[in-house]
T-cell receptor, first 111, second 114 residues
Framework: EAAVTQSPRSKVAVTGGKVTLSCHQTNNHDYMYWYRQDTGHGLRLIHYSYVADSTEKGDIPDGYKASRPSQENFSLILELASLSQTAVYFC??????????FGPGTRLTVL | GDSVTQTEGLVTLTEGLPVMLNCTYQTIYSNAFLFWYVHYLNESPWLLLRSSTDNKRTEHQGFHATLHKSSSSFHLQKSSAQLSDSALYYCALSDDTNAYKVIFGKGTHLHVLP
């Protein structure tokens, strides 16, 4: 059974709409991350969290919010989706300096 | 700030030839940790290799890399490419001062031809 799961696996959203991407982990890792993957840019960190009820900005946080209501769950929220946010989004969990475990990804298309 | 530079774009090889994907990094911290992640199509990225020890060869699943702090490099190598090695490879950097944060390179697509 996968340690990190994401939902939905794909999503089509309209410009200006709200999108919530969810991530769930079962290995009790302290750190959770949201990355976006774009061709030519690799994996870029959007937000991360090292404890429940706390989130931190990553390298490209503009236009995104994050929420970590529990150790297991970490959400990424796009309040006003834009065309430029079309990408594949990966959630990961880990313990810092050790391996990061990635979810299967969510393909988001904003029209 | 910290950064990672990889062989960019697409590397195309014929099966059986050696693989070398370049990775260099910049960091102000002395205790760097370097990683190679592999991302197969329609799967999740996963850790292939990890090292923080200078001049020590690390091996896994036929791939190997040696961290050279003098040249800030952590190149990924394999003696003989296989069709199944076709994937996107990320080099990544962390350090024990900012243990939570891993900086990824832009990725290198390896395409192995028969």
């Amino acid at each position: 059974e996968a340690a990190v799961t994401q939902s939905p696996r794909s999503k089509v959203a309209v410009t200006g709409g709200k999108v919530t991407l969810s991530c769930h982990q079962t290995n009790n890792h302290d750190y959770m991350y949201w990355y976006r993957q774009d061709t030519g840019h690799g994996l870029r960190l959007i937000h991360y969290s090292y404890v429940a009820d706390s989130t931190e900005k990553g390298d490209i946080p503009d236009g995104y919010k994050a929420s970590r209501p529990s150790q297991e769950n970490f959400s990424l929220i796009l309040e006003l989706a834009s065309l430029s946010q079309t990408a594949v989004y990966f959630c990961a969990a880990g313990t810092g300096l050790a391996e990061q475990f990635f979810g299967p990804g969510t393909r988001l298309t904003v029209l | 700030g910290d950064s990672v530079t990889q062989t960019e774009g697409l590397v195309t090889l014929t099966e059986g030839l050696p693989v070398m994907l370049n990775c260099t990094y910049q960091t102000i911290y002395s205790n760097a940790f370097l990683f190679w992640y592999v991302h197969y199509l329609n799967e999740s990225p996963w850790l292939l290799l990890r090292s923080s020890t200078d001049n020590k060869r690390t091996e896994h699943q036929g791939f190997h890399a040696t961290l050279h702090k003098s040249s800030s490099s952590f190149h990924l190598q394999k003696s003989s490419a296989q069709l199944s090695d076709s994937a996107l490879y990320y080099c990544a950097l962390s350090d024990d001062t900012n243990a939570y944060k891993v900086i990824f390179g832009k990725g290198t697509h390896l395409h192995v031809l028969p």
